[in-house]
């Protein structure tokens, strides 16, 4: 396991080829492709933010009694990466995205995720898989930063816990 500032990495074992991966990029459709890596922050009262990771891209467990399925605690973002000429990789205007996503969760009485940190989310996940940013300077890699309610037990309130995950 390596890191990336805040983020623990832990690789994927069975990516994509290259060859696979040109492949579904040629007609990818909206939201059915998803990149081999996913960011992960929980976040609790009395840690705050914390144990941040890039892993692979894989299914979630949760509680059937999970806070967010019954009172839809959650709050998602969208943005996009490019490729330039000079083959650098880029988003468009990232920290309106992030003001964004705090006022949403701010609207839910939901923990604020600090603009570094969704800005450094975002890094770190195009460190790690930005060959899934199409060649193509005219296509993009849609991003969708989301978070949600992880607290288990019912009852209308703000969450304890909280996942974010891009």
Same mark, same amino acid.
């Given at each position: ?13 069975? +990516? ?14 909206? %939201? ?54 000079? %083959? ?6 990232? *920290?309106?995205?992030? !003001? ?7 609207? /839910? ?9 969704? /800005? ?13 940013? +199409? ?7 849609? /991003? ?8 288990? %037990? !019912? ?5 304890? *816990? ?5």
């Amino acid at each position: 396991m390596s890191n990336i500032g805040f983020f623990d990495v832990r690789s994927n074992d069975a +990516p994509l080829s290259a060859n696979e991966r040109t492949a579904v990029l040629e007609d990818p459709g909206f %939201g059915a492709v998803f990149t081999d890596h996913m960011v992960q922050i929980r976040w609790n009262a009395e840690r705050g933010w914390h144990d941040g990771a890039i892993m692979p891209y894989a299914p979630l467990t949760l509680d059937p009694a999970t806070n967010f399925i019954h009172y839809g605690q959650a709050v998602f973002e969208g943005l996009k990466a490019y490729r330039h000429e000079d %083959g650098g990789l880029y988003t468009f205007r990232p *920290e309106a995205n992030a !003001l964004r996503f705090q006022r949403s969760a701010a609207r /839910l009485a939901m923990a604020e995720l600090p603009t570094d940190l969704f /800005l450094d989310s975002i890094a770190a996940l195009l460190s790690v898989d930005g060959h899934w940013v +199409p060649q193509d300077r005219e296509k993009s890699l849609y /991003l969708r930063p989301f978070m949600f309610a992880t607290e288990v %037990g !019912l009852g209308v309130k703000p969450a304890s *816990e909280y996942l974010y995950l891009l």
